[in-house]
């Protein structure tokens, strides 16, 4: 929806039809995806937002535009802007600059803005947890590991060459599992040389055109 659409929807909506409405406007971070704030906005502070590519609210306490970092410099770089199915509420993308709370945390929740991959963060978390417990008795992980790095990548290049074995057959169900055992080791190869997914997307972004 472009920017002359939301705006247009906003004036027909519930909130839009009264003078001086204040509509909610939740923050979210482009790239990981998180929620940084909820602030709220009057049709000037959409459209200075939408002008300057900077986000401005409408501050119920100073009752004048706020253009979140005007002091402190931690501003909220415009990407993009979203209407909700009630038109009644904004969700805009923003690349942030420094932490997004007045109290110095990334976000309003004291929570750390960093990308989440799912179950795969839960498990390069489990897999740090086994090497750090050092159960090498109990744990796959902790044995793996206390058999040194080259043993580590001896199995992601063992996973690696069933897994291509697997992709010119026609068992969809063997790919899948052999694909499942090349991603768990290749991430305990990366914590082995000391990194996680999050360096992998650094590195991926960099190369973005």
């Not at 929806?1 to 247009?8: H, L, N, P, R, Y």
């Not at 959409?46 to 410099?73: A, C, D, I, M, Q």
């Not at 415009?78 to 969700?91: E, G, M, Q, S, W």
């Not at 590991?145 to 069933?162: L, M, P, Y």
Request: charged share 25%; aromatic share 8%; with cysteine.
């Amino acid at each position: 929806m472009s920017f002359i659409d939301i705006e247009k929807s906003l004036l027909f909506s519930p909130l839009g039809k009264l003078k001086g409405a204040l509509v909610p406007a939740i923050i979210q971070d482009a790239t990981t995806k998180n929620v940084l704030m909820l602030g709220y906005m009057n049709e000037e502070a959409f459209l200075k937002t939408n002008e300057t590519k900077l986000v401005t609210f409408f501050s119920r306490t100073k009752k004048r535009l706020w253009t979140k970092g005007e002091e402190s410099g931690n501003v909220l770089n415009l990407v993009d802007i979203k209407l909700d199915c009630d038109n009644d509420t904004l969700l805009i993308s923003v690349n942030p600059k420094g932490p997004t709370c007045h109290k110095g945390t990334d976000t309003c929740w004291a929570e750390e803005n960093n990308s989440n991959f799912g179950f795969l963060s839960t498990l390069e978390n489990v897999i740090a947890e086994r090497v750090a417990n050092k159960e090498t008795q109990k744990s796959y992980v902790a044995s793996l590991f206390d058999k040194g790095i080259n043993k580590i990548a001896q199995k992601v290049g063992e996973e690696a060459v069933e897994t291509v074995i697997e992709a010119m057959d026609n068992n969809d169900e063997l790919f899948l599992y052999e694909s499942a055992d090349l991603l768990f080791h290749y991430l305990m190869l990366l914590q082995a040389k000391g990194f996680t997914l999050k360096d992998i997307e650094a590195e991926l972004v960099k190369r973005q055109k």
